[in-house]
Structures are given as C-alpha cells and as structure tokens.
C-alpha cells in the first residue's frame, strides 16, 4: 500500500495512473458498443432465419 501511495506522488506514476483511466474508458466505451452491435446483429439474423423457413415452406 505504502509502494502504492509512493507512486501516486511520483510523475511516472501519475503517468500510469493516466493511461489506466484511460483504458478503463476506453473498455468501457467498447463494452457498450459490442453490445449495441450484438443486439443488430441478432436482429438480423433472426429475420435472415425467419425468411429462410418462410422460402422453404413456400416451395
């Protein structure tokens, strides 16, 4: 804790703790984009599916 509390008044460490919010958000932000990107891609499957047992009873 202490090593910790030491990094935190260092430059470097105030450097690294930069970069680690900012990987934090920018996992956050693709979290929420594969999500959305999921739930298309789901959509579209589902209709591609629905219109393929539709084609295939029509026959």
Do not use: H
Request: charged fraction near 25%; proline fraction near 0%.
């Amino acid at each position: 804790m202490k090593k910790f509390k030491n990094a935190l008044k260092n430059q470097k460490g105030q450097g690294v703790m930069e970069y680690v919010i900012l990987a934090s958000l920018i996992g956050i932000f693709c979290l929420g984009a594969v999500k959305q990107f999921g739930e298309v891609i789901n959509k579209r499957i589902t209709y591609m599916r629905s219109e393929i047992v539709d084609n295939i009873k029509a026959r």
